[in-house]
């Protein structure tokens, strides 16, 4: 369920014309819809109703402050991946006591910036790093809260990029070699064994993987107990995939109910990490064609639509194979041909859509590609000195822009010559 809604053939997105955004603010933009927003952060959230549960948003996939801001609001949490995003997960608003913190390589500086800041628990992911985080408590004066990341070895059924429960993937601790870290973090000073954490992969379309790894936690939660190493917080990570074309993703409350039903009597606290189920189906990526070809050679005959969006704006079609739907902006009512539209990078990789059928495209015309809140802006980058483009939201009948589309200033900032390079200066 989401607000881009088609009204006399024009694409809206809640009460506004996706157009009167680009005429205003120029393209390329992303543009997000809050009442999506919202329900999608609820629809999650209220499955876990009546159990003791945190859903704590993963700010990598969707990073602007006025967003996370809307999930603070909304009694949300962060589920954080280094200390740029505890910054602005600060910035926006978000209570310390509800961040967490993942990721396989935070160094010194992060985990003193986390703990000064009290967030509420590291997923720690190696011994070395339980170690250096035990560190930096001890020379705060300060103990740390840590849930141990492990690995449970279950097959997301996924895209081999964003499977992250394998043994063969870098992440968290062998379920097997877990118990003894426990003991060992259980008897150390600085450090506050709290919970247990996984994440097996992203997009997921069933629940089986999930259950999978659920039974391997549960029986590792009763044992670390028997151990006299009781656990408080259990984070099942995010994961949950979402319809960017045919999939057929879990309904969110059939996911909640097996999660609830395999944890029932486990006595802990849920923490839900979820990023793309919140985001991806609320936000857009607004074009606008540049230019229109067709490339003939023997036999072969190539329609290209050239676009001002590219693959530094989104990524996930050069990075993963993924597929959006396009939609025009209006429609017209033109015969339909297949066509690949493409960015203006030099690159044959910067595509955003191979061989799609859709009504024909003339200079001008505006395409929405859809699905792209998630791993969209915040995957974007500079690259061919793109400036990175502006990002909307739409709250009923109003927008604001909530990032400005970036200058050729600050394409330079923090670029410096160093003296003694002028031209002529050679000896
Ligand atoms: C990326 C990530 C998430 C979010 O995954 P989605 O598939 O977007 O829900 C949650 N937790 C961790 C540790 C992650 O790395």
């Known amino acids: 369920m989401n607000y881009f809604v088609r009204r006399n053939g024009e694409l809206y997105c809640e009460e506004v014309a996706v157009g009167e955004i680009a005429a205003a603010v120029g393209t390329p933009f992303y543009l997000y819809s809050k009442k999506t927003l919202l329900q999608h952060f609820h629809a ?28 603070a609001s909304a009694g949300g949490g962060a589920d954080i991946v280094s200390g740029g995003e505890l910054f602005r997960a600060l910035k926006a608003g978000i209570d310390p006591g509800r961040i967490i913190y993942s990721g396989v390589g935070k160094t010194e500086d992060e985990l003193r910036y986390a703990l000064a800041a009290g967030i509420l628990l590291f997923n720690v992911e190696s011994g070395q790093e339980l170690d250096r985080l035990q560190r930096v408590a001890v020379t705060l004066g300060q ?44 008897a150390m000073n600085g450090i506050a064994v709290k919970g247990i954490s996984c994440h097996i992969g992203s997009q997921l379309t069933l629940i089986s993987p999930f259950v999978e790894s659920m039974t391997k936690i549960r029986t590792l939660v009763r044992s670390l107990a028997e ?20 999939e057929t993703p879990p309904h969110l409350h059939d996911y909640a109910e097996a999660v609830r039903k395999e944890l029932a009597g486990l006595d802990c606290t849920l923490i839900l990490e979820p ?86 495209v003339v200079q ?20 061919n000195s793109r400036p990175r483009v502006a990002e909307v939201l739409v709250d009923g009948d109003r927008y604001a822009v909530i990032r400005r589309r970036e200058t050729f200033d600050q394409l330079i900032q923090g670029e410096v010559i160093p003296e003694g390079q002028e031209a002529g200066h050679d000896q």
Do not use: W
């Open 44 to 71: 999650f959230d209220s499955g876990f109703a009546g159990s003791a549960h945190l859903t704590c948003f993963a700010v990598k996939a969707c990073s602007n402050i006025a967003i996370l801001h809307l999930f």
């Open 143 to 186: 103990e740390a809260p840590v849930s141990f990341r492990v690995n449970p070895d279950v097959d997301p059924l996924t895209h081999a990029y964003i499977s992250t429960g394998l043994a063969k993937n870098k992440f968290g601790i062998p379920i097997r070699e877990a118990l003894p870290l426990y003991q060992r973090a259980a």
């Open 227 to 246: 151990n006299g190493i009781p656990v408080q917080y259990i984070d099942l990570g995010g994961g949950v995939g979402i319809t960017y074309d045919d």
């Open 275 to 360: 990023g793309r189920v919140i985001v991806g189906n609320a936000g857009i990526l607004v074009t606008k064609v540049q230019y229109t070809k067709t490339n003939r050679g023997g036999e072969v005959e190539k329609k290209f639509v050239i676009v001002d969006a590219a693959m530094n704006d989104l990524a996930r079609p050069s990075l993963y194979g993924a597929y959006h739907t396009i939609q025009p902006v209006r429609e017209t009512g033109a015969a339909r041909e297949t066509v690949d539209i493409v960015g203006p990078i030099c690159e044959t990789g910067d595509f955003i859509a191979k061989d799609r059928t859709l009504a024909a």
């Open 364 to 383: 001008d015309d505006l395409l929405a590609v859809m699905s792209a809140g998630a791993y969209g802006f915040s995957m974007s980058s500079n690259y």
